[in-house]
């Protein structure tokens, strides 16, 4: 049994501090931050994640471009990838409608997102993950 590996790739600073904490604290995990693309794309290459959550409007590269180096990678399939965006659902999800993508939308609700990050873990198993809540 191990602790699941999580990566957030998202642009904005206070969200990400936050989010990870949140992370680190509820699940006993280990929570990576990466904040634009490029970055999250050389922590892929380096290191396996079980969860990505993937702001899709970044500076730079979108986040599309990490997902596609997930895929590229023949990782996608093994992570569980949370889209987080602003935006339409729709727009995003359309085009990863062969994988199985989550969507959550921003501003996030820390409890839905526990909640459904949980069931991934049960359903997944092999993790030692603690649910503080």
Do not use: C
């Not at 990576?32 to 590269?61: H, K, S, T, Y």
């Not at 602003?86 to 909640?115: A, C, M, V």
């Amino acid at each position: 049994m191990r602790k699941p590996n999580i990566l957030i790739v998202d642009d904005e600073k206070k969200f990400t501090d936050t989010f990870a904490q949140f992370l680190t604290e509820r699940f006993n995990a280990n929570v990576f931050v990466r904040n634009n693309a490029i970055d999250g794309i050389e922590f892929l290459d380096q290191e396996r994640v079980d969860v990505l959550f993937q702001d899709m409007v970044l500076p730079g590269l979108n986040g599309e471009f990490v997902i596609n180096h997930l895929k590229d990678l023949n990782r996608i399939d093994e992570t569980i990838v949370f889209i987080i965006s602003g935006w339409n659902s729709d727009i995003h999800t359309q085009r990863y409608e062969n994988f199985d993508l989550k969507y959550i939308p921003k501003p996030i609700s820390l409890i839905t997102t526990q909640k459904v990050l949980a069931q991934e873990f049960e359903s997944m198993g092999g993790f030692d993950y603690k649910k503080r809540f």
